[in-house]
């Protein structure tokens, strides 16, 4: 696929979001309807697909360094997420979410998809990898501390058996494991099934789950956001890619993950740690809109 096309892509994929909001607003599900549909997909679909994906995989060396620019970019971004906050005056669970907003992005429920479209099996397979052991791993160890610090609640988390139980790791793990084994056609083939749902449900709860209104009163300091996430990190991701990468498809994937929107796991996260949940969701629909544009641009900015 042309990287152009990925206009396409991501507009196919916003207009799955806005079934979910369509059956929103028509009464049919409302947004505590997302939650079932996030359990499906933690739990069921995901794992599923990631399995799938890795089981077949060829695995490339470059795929080690793709987890490592993701950390790196993360701890930039809490820099620069910190920094704007004391500049912005934000405290508390406005500053916590703004943090956290700035940093963690969709790389499993928007850089699945993309990567994908554009790379086919193998950007999957890199998506994967950037993704749980990269962005995902940071927020479940870091991003917790930086939840649990800002937070108004008082939650004791072991981000060890957080990892170790978190559905998608656990499935990688188990990919990598039995990769020399032989499964019959039968558990591959209804793995595959399984995998298949994930990209039309995540987008479906997705605009079950946002939160137009919330934005109007958020606007100017989710603009500031939405350029760090969308514009400033990806950036430094393609730096840091390009210094340290020989293989092109990595380079794109790397830019891709740091440059999706934030993420939807956040949502959760905040009303775990009494974050500012409006100001997260206002977050997710900016950088969902603005993605649109940077994802391709960036793209074409690798030639």
């Avoid at 360094?65 to 005056?89: D, E, F, N, T």
């Avoid at 700035?102 to 990898?129: E, H, K, S, W």
């Avoid at 760090?228 to 092109?248: N, R």
Wanted: with cysteine.
């Amino acid at each position: 696929m042309e990287v152009g096309s990925l206009i396409g892509v991501i507009g196919g994929l916003l207009a799955l979001v806005g079934v979910g909001v369509a059956l929103r607003v028509s009464g049919l599900l409302s947004a505590e309807d997302s939650r079932p549909l996030n359990t499906v997909l933690m739990y069921v679909a995901l794992p599923a697909l990631i399995f799938s994906a890795v089981y077949r995989a060829d695995l490339d060396p470059s795929l080690g360094m793709l987890p490592a620019i993701a950390w790196v970019v993360a701890g930039i971004g809490l820099a620069i997420g910190w920094a704007l906050s004391r500049l912005l005056g934000l405290k508390g669970p406005t500053a916590g979410a703004f943090i956290m907003a700035c940093v963690f992005g969709n790389t499993g429920y928007m850089g699945y998809p993309v990567a994908q479209a554009l790379l086919g099996d193998p950007g999957l397979v890199r998506a994967i990898f950037s993704d749980v052991f990269g962005n995902t791993a940071a927020v479940i160890s870091v991003g917790t501390l930086v939840a649990g610090h800002y937070g108004a609640g008082e939650v004791k988390v072991n981000p060890l058996k957080e990892m170790a139980t978190f559905p998608p790791f656990i499935a990688l793990a188990a990919a990598l494991i039995l990769r020399s084994v032989a499964l019959p056609e039968l558990v591959t083939s209804w793995l595959d099934a399984l995998g298949k749902v994930v990209v039309p449900v995540i987008m479906i709860s997705v605009g079950l789950s946002l939160k137009p209104r919330a934005l109007r009163e958020h606007l100017p300091r989710v603009s500031v956001l939405v350029f760090v996430k969308l514009v400033a990190l990806p950036l430094i991701a393609l730096g840091l890619a390009t210094l340290l990468l020989d293989d092109p498809a990595s380079l794109r994937v790397a830019v891709i993950e740091a440059g999706v929107p934030t993420m939807m796991l956040l949502v959760i996260m905040g009303q775990r740690f009494r974050l500012d949940s409006d100001f997260i969701a206002s977050a997710i629909l900016a950088t969902m809109v603005g993605a649109v544009v940077t994802i391709p641009v960036l793209q074409l900015l690798i030639g």
